[in-house]
């Protein structure tokens, strides 16, 4: 009784929209990957392929916003991490993560090519051959590069952590602005003028800001510091013209260029980055005005704790719809891309709550 009168204190004292965003971050993650085979392989000009750009475009903010959530713990000077524990714990557990889940992953498809395509034995001994070099090589599957991004966030979180223990908030502010700029925006910029012409370059750039530790201190930033109420509104409609303006940029680049085009889509551009910063905010401000139950805190800190696994699993529903003709556009789009994506999302949380009951994997692998 004691055990579980400790939890509820646990749970009552716990600040709620870190789980809240990593929920939602998953949940946006598994839109993304559902509604992409739509974006990727329906032609431009279809219907299908408008709504599947659609719910691409409200759901690229998904990575940044996990990472983010990552920053503002890691990073927080009050919370010591050591050498020897980030690296015996969080490392070497990512790093199994990624052989475990890259052998299910690759062993997978070997199957497939062997009892399904039924293929000769020269044949599976290559693709065997093939499948497991990426486990060396990398990525060991398409979506764990995530797992290799976090492991080099992870060595730096030593250097990064100086910078957040003695920064001034114009400290933070002038970082912000120079990888909107030269991080951002310039590189946004130049891969627009190649679709113009690919003569058309500008040689110049800070390519050291093109990475996801802005992102990992802005998390940290954006937990500690109160922005003003018009600096947020702000944040607010730049965002959603941000969405607006990237659905339309996206139609008229690939309706131009006749394939989809992912302009707008990568994690560093403006848009991702207002809209990323604009989730955060909206959930960190509105979570404490909601009253939640005991129960209801207990579901989102259990669905919070297992997002790091939910995201591991999920593509493995991804491929089993495909492979059974449950496509996004099996029946309309703007009905079965949500749909796809709360069933894949149950489906993974079932499939690493039944995992989380084997003591290896539960400790090492998710």
Not at 4 to 10: F, L, M, R, T, W
Not at 16 to 40: C, E, K, M, N
Not at 219 to 226: A, D, H, I, R
Request: proline fraction near 3%; aromatic fraction near 16%; hydrophobic fraction near 50%.
């Amino acid at each position: 009784m004691s055990n579980g009168n400790n939890q509820n204190i646990q749970l009552s004292n716990r600040i709620l929209y870190p789980d809240i965003l990593r929920i939602v971050a998953i949940f946006a993650v598994i839109t993304l990957h559902i509604s992409a085979v739509g974006f990727v392989y329906c032609s431009v000009l279809s219907y299908d392929w408008l709504i599947s750009n659609l719910y691409e475009c409200l759901v690229r903010w998904g990575v940044p916003v996990f990472v983010m959530v990552s920053g503002m713990f890691f990073l927080n000077p009050q919370k010591e991490i050591t050498l020897s524990k980030l690296y015996r714990k969080n490392i070497f557990r990512i790093v199994l993560a990624i052989i475990f889940w890259g052998i299910l992953y690759r062993s997978l498809y070997v199957l497939k090519v062997a009892f399904v395509d039924k293929a000769d034995v020269n044949t599976i001994l290559m693709t065997m051959l093939k499948e497991y070099s990426h486990l060396l090589f990398g990525p060991a599957w398409y979506h764990l590069w995530f797992l290799y991004m976090i492991i080099g966030l992870y060595m730096l979180v030593p250097l990064l952590r100086i910078f957040t223990q003695s920064a001034k908030e114009e400290h933070y502010r002038y970082l912000f602005i120079i990888f909107i700029l030269f991080g951002s925006i310039l590189p946004l910029l130049n891969e627009t003028l190649s679709l113009i012409d690919s003569r058309l370059n500008i040689n110049f750039g800070i390519k050291e800001l093109l990475g996801f530790s802005v992102y990992f201190i802005l998390g940290y930033y954006l937990s500690k510091y109160e922005l003003s109420r018009k600096t947020k509104l702000w944040i607010y409609i730049l965002a959603i013209i941000s969405i607006l303006f990237q659905i339309i940029g996206t139609s008229v680049v690939s309706w131009k260029l006749n394939v989809a085009h992912q302009l707008l889509y990568k994690n560093y551009t403006p848009n991702v980055a207002i809209q990323a910063t604009a989730v955060f905010l909206i959930i960190k401000d509105m979570t404490p005005k909601i009253h939640f139950s005991e129960r209801t805190k207990s579901i989102i800190f259990t669905l919070s704790r297992y997002s790091f696994g939910i995201y591991l699993v999920h593509d493995l529903f991804n491929q089993i719809f495909s492979k059974i003709g449950f496509t996004p556009t099996y029946f309309n789009p703007i009905l079965t891309i949500p749909l796809r994506a709360i069933i894949t999302f149950l489906l993974s949380f079932l499939i690493i709550w039944v995992l989380d009951k084997i003591p290896f994997i539960r400790k090492y692998c998710m």
